[in-house]
């Protein structure tokens, strides 16, 4: 069936219970299916029919859930647009796309990019609606249909698109609320962005009767907040996690609360996952998945995280999901065996948008192939070794070198860019970049700039350096690992002239 079908769940039983909480503003179920009613009607009054695709790109509201949700009933696909892409990414995005409406708040209208057809949200959500609005149609329940399309960077510099089914997103619902057990006296924090992994929460937790606390900037004082008072759940990257940490002290008695704190977007070393459970307490668990197959490829409980010896792993599949690794012999295992990882069921139910060649390449029969090396142990846990692709995961955002390079090198000054990640702390990844420009006296701070209008702060270098020219195999071809040992070691070779320059905090 339709996720959105969960709006109205147990109906009777939640419907003056809260559903949303945004800073003082709180609204009943009853109130939040109302306002997503008249908005659905609105935008079928608009032109909107069933298989559109309409935009939103804001950040998170009580108006960003209403607008999401709107886009659901009104039975056309939701195409999520993150503001902190930069308004040059979106704009190409919303043109892959072909968006008949693109739904913008006022403080992403700017990044939204260049649209044929936009609407603020924060004006018209509470906008009285015309005379003539359409009757509501039935929720279209087609498991092929198309629920979402959702963009993610490409190995290659150019976004894949991908075409989410209403089966995908089924199974996942399913699976997160396998996974966390959600009841009537859940609260759930999005504190992550609405765009990505985050929006996953909304349906199941309101299905269950349930509330969503909003938080539109992760300010670690509102998560504090939050977590002291009335959160049971939270999904956070590890970068958040790392960063509440370094807070002051607080104890698991002060998070009353608080039964499932789930990292995921970016790995945590056993070292970090051992902290967090002594500060937030054996509430600590992880999820794994990807946009081709969202978020529910694998967990590892909080009870099952006790164990130390699976602090490296992201934990088994879940039930409906078959999961594998593909190994050299062409064979797919599912324990005591390394390779690729695959998985396959409803969840794998997705296309690449306009591209069924890559969409074939992406599948080993009727597995899907994730491009992660891992390894399955005897019991199914999947340990997760790299990435056959150079994904770079900085503070749980996916960034792709090339796009980066890309950008860079866009600048008339720039001859030559490598992007790369390197461990970090906080970030888990710190993307950093090399560059060799024709004018050597050129200013990087000019260079960073251009390249956050471009494509946004997330895929701007937190450190540029610059060197006389980029280190080539004998072939001619730049290799990354040897860009990073230039500019890491703890000596240069003599001679090599390079200048770095800290780019963001």
Wanted: hydrophobic letters at 40%; aromatic letters at 6%; proline letters at 8%.
């Amino acid at each position: 069936m339709n996720p959105v079908h969960a709006l109205y769940d147990n109906l009777p039983a939640k419907a003056e219970s809260p559903a949303i909480h945004d800073g003082d503003f709180c609204l009943t179920h009853a109130d939040l299916i109302a306002h997503v009613e008249t908005a659905a009607s609105d935008l079928i009054h608009r032109g909107i029919a069933p298989g559109h695709r309409v935009g939103l790109c804001a950040t998170n509201s009580w108006r960003h859930v209403v607008g999401y949700l709107a886009i659901l009933r009104s039975n056309a696909v939701w195409v999520p647009l993150n503001p902190r892409n930069g308004a040059g990414l979106n704009t190409y995005l919303q043109a892959r796309a072909g968006l008949a409406l693109t739904l913008h708040d006022t403080a992403s209208a700017a990044a939204a990019g260049q649209t044929t057809t936009a609407l603020n949200i924060d004006d018209w959500i509470e906008a009285p609606l015309p005379t003539n609005t359409p009757t509501l149609p039935p929720i279209l329940d087609d498991r092929d249909a198309t629920f979402a399309i959702k963009f993610t960077g490409g190995s290659t510099g150019t976004p894949k698109g991908v075409v989410q089914s209403q089966a995908s997103a089924s199974c996942a619902m399913a699976s997160l609320n396998a996974f966390y057990g959600f009841t009537p006296d859940d609260v759930n924090l999005a504190v992550a962005p609405l765009t990505h992994g985050a929006s996953h929460y909304i349906l199941p937790v309101l299905a269950a009767g349930g509330a969503h606390v909003l938080l539109a900037e992760p300010s670690r004082e509102a998560v504090l907040a939050a977590l002291k008072t009335r959160v049971s759940i939270v999904f956070m990257p590890p970068t958040l996690i790392y960063l509440l940490m370094a807070e002051a002290a607080f104890r698991p008695e002060d998070l009353p609360r608080l039964r499932h704190l789930t990292y995921s977007a970016a790995p945590m070393p056993p070292a970090r996952i051992t902290q967090a459970i002594a500060r937030f307490g054996p509430v600590v668990g992880t999820l794994y998945g990807q946009t081709e197959a969202p978020m529910t490829i694998a967990a590892l409980t909080p009870g099952q995280m006790q164990d130390p010896a699976l602090h490296t792993s992201v934990g088994r599949a879940f039930q409906d999901t078959p999961m594998g690794v593909l190994c050299e012999d062409g064979q797919v295992c599912t324990a005591n065996a390394k390779g690729e990882v695959v998985v396959k069921g409803d969840l794998a139910a997705t296309t690449y948008l306009d591209d069924p060649a890559q969409t074939t390449q992406a599948r080993h029969s009727d597995w899907l192939k994730t491009g992660d090396i891992g390894r399955l142990d005897a019991e199914g846990h999947l340990f997760l070794l790299g990435r056959s692709k150079e994904m770079i995961i900085s503070g749980g955002y996916n960034i792709y070198p090339a796009e980066v390079e890309t950008a860079l090198a866009a600048h008339p000054n720039v001859r030559e860019a490598c992007a790369f990640g390197v461990e970090d702390a906080t970030w888990g990844e710190r993307l950093e970049a090399a560059v060799a420009l024709y004018d050597l006296s050129g200013d990087l701070r000019e260079l960073t700039a251009f390249v956050r209008d471009r494509i946004g702060p997330v895929r701007t270098p937190k450190t540029l350096h610059r060197l006389d020219a980029l280190p080539r195999n004998p072939v001619g071809k730049v290799v990354r690992a040897d860009v990073i040992q230039l500019v890491h070691p703890a000596t240069r070779p003599g001679g090599l002239r390079t200048e770095t320059l800290e780019t963001a905090p």
